[in-house]
């Protein structure tokens, strides 16, 4: 039978590029970058060498990478680094102007609705114990952020905004720049170093531009997972200067920010793949566009369907569409017997049956929300792939739409 993995903003096959780059480090070059050795040594090149070419990729320097176990840790590091700094740094605060000092008292984080829960849940956490207050910003239709709502929301005491660069579900873009210049105005004109900008780049590291300095973002978290590079690692911009606490303790790696010894083919490995996805982006997503839109315009023309995200500001692999009057778990099943492998949203989401927070965010019904599909194309994704869902998708949703009534009752009794 055949195999169309539809599936790749959950997770990518490794290249063979990165493959190989990294096998020397699991067998000849396994030193501890700690060490003082020669063997230490050679491994402490390559971290280095990695940290560079991540920094290149970012318009960064080096020394403001650091390099974490993936997306996740990426995130937390960011947001509770940030938010333990400033009370953390409370105690010492006594002398400094007032002003700086409630905003640290009462600290408030700004977060979009539609964030991953890499972001969602530290955040929620935090303000169920009442070290923060939170505000999540609302978005349009389409799932983008309005900066102007963010202009609204921030306060003397924000330390902290968090948008992502790209939307893992339904792939629509967000305003990055225009939120950057908006911080870095409200900073000027207040005189104080906060609000930090994180964004979650995740979903954005393998298709667009990441210059954090026409971003003008202060913290942005990647991953290896997302762009053929090896999962389990990822790494963090953290622009010098930045007030940042540990989560880790020991060893005192990477500049004390993430003690323990670094997973050395991991990070040559995303360090390969970052810098392979930037060069190459160009022409993939000019071949994935092409995919995408092949497939969402076959797929509109199924009766009551309607297209997640923005049509034209979202990621070049992201399809995301809604069957009325259908569970997309249960297509997701129909599809998964006939070799194609697609999901409803968010991989982490799918272990209930909510609906997805992001679809019900662009102002959706339960019922749209409930039977949406996602389909991320990628490197293996070819013309006859998406022709093949094409054929087989009307009949799917067919089938499902004349078994209505019972999912309507699964539904009640959940
Ligand atoms: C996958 C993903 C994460 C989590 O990354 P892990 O490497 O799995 O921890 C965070 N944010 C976004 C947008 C993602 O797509």
Known sequence: MQSIYL?????????????????????KTFGNPSSFHTPGLRAKEAVAAARKSCATVLNAHADEIVFTSGGTEADNLALLGVIRSATVSLGRMTMRPYSLLSTLSHPHVIASAIEHPAVLEPLAALEKSGAIELTLLPVDKFGRVVPDDLSHALRPETILVSVMYANNEIGTLEPIAEIGRLLLKWRKTHDTPYPYFHSDACQAAGALALDVEKSHVDLLALNGGKIYGPKGVGCLFVRRGLKLEPLMYGGGQERNLRSGTENVPGIVGLATALGLAQAEKERENKRLTVLRDRLIQGLLKIPKT??????????????????????????????????????????????????????????????????????????????????YVLKVMPGIVEKLRHMSPVNLDMKYFR
């Open 7 to 27: 599936d790749h903003a959950a997770t990518t096959p490794l290249d063979k590029r990165v493959l190989a780059a990294m096998l020397p480090f699991f067998t």
């Open 306 to 387: 309607r297209l997640n995200g923005h049509p034209t500001e979202r990621l070049p692999n992201n399809v995301n569409v809604s069957f009325m009057d259908i569970e997309g778990e249960a297509a997701v099943l129909y599809l998964d017997a006939l070799g194609i492998f697609a999901s409803t949203g968010s991989a982490c989401a799918s272990q209930t049956l909510d609906p997805s927070h992001v679809i019900l965010a662009t102002g959706m019904s339960y019922e749209a929300a409930h039977g949406s599909i996602r389909f991320t194309l990628g490197h293996g994704t070819k013309k006859t792939d998406i022709d």
